[in-house]
């Protein structure tokens, strides 16, 4: 009993910081609903990065991912993530490029690097080993499509040979869907930043 009105007591004498809690907690949970409802519909997840490998081979071009994860578990810092993700807004359909700061491009790219390379750490240990590999240099660089018809906006890092970039064909390759036109776009507009802007993107070696 003593129990029972020691806690009668205490509602009584705070039920206005009570329900000030309960009301505040019901409210932000609210909007928390609504703005996933609205990322949603816009089917926008930029709390996602995607490790997007793109390839032109027999004449078509072909999307596949290497990997995805929260972007927090790939920069392992929250100032980061905001930046990078508030960096992503930013992009255009004209320029799909997220506009780091040139200083911190390779702190950015490094922390997907390591991602990559521990998906193919086992072809490192081979060629360590004297042990038959096949290397391709690759670049890496950070995107946020917005043109088109991209089914979901996420931070999608780019990577592609070096050499397919470099030496991209002059039309458009075949489409394995209608909506990859897009990536073709993008992939001009990255040759072309490549030759002027390179701190966007980060160079490596891949071993298989």
């Known amino acids: 009993m003593d129990v029972l009105r020691s806690l009668q007591n205490y509602l009584l004498e705070n039920w206005p910081e ?25 089917r926008s997840f930029l709390d ?19 990997l995805e994860s929260d972007v927090r578990a790939i920069f392992l810092n929250s100032a980061a993530t905001k930046t990078i993700t508030r960096l992503a807004n930013q992009t255009t359909e ?17 922390a997907v690097l390591n991602e990559v390379s521990e998906r193919f750490s086992l072809g490192f240990i081979r060629q360590d080993n004297d042990l038959p590999t096949t290397t391709a240099n690759y670049l890496l660089c950070l995107t946020c ?29 075949e489409l394995e869907h209608p909506t990859h036109s897009t990536r073709w776009d993008t992939l001009t507009i990255l040759a072309e930043r490549w030759k002027l802007a390179p701190h ?9």
Request: hydrophobic letters at 40%; proline letters at 4%.
């Open 18 to 42: 009570l329900v000030w809690i309960v009301v505040a907690t019901a409210a932000a949970a609210y909007l928390a609903g609504k703005r996933n409802r609205t990322l949603w519909q816009r």
């Open 200 to 208: 966007y993107f980060l160079e490596l070696e891949l071993e298989l």
């Open 94 to 110: 004209s320029d799909p490029l997220i506009p780091v700061a040139r200083d911190d491009c390779w702190y950015y790219l490094n």
């Open 48 to 66: 996602r990065l995607n490790v997007s490998l793109t390839t032109i081979q027999d004449n078509t071009l072909k999307i596949r991912t290497i």
């Open 145 to 173: 499509e917005r043109a088109g018809q991209v089914r979901t906006r996420k931070i999608r890092a780019m990577l592609i040979r070096k050499d397919t970039l470099e030496n991209l064909p002059e039309q458009c390759p």
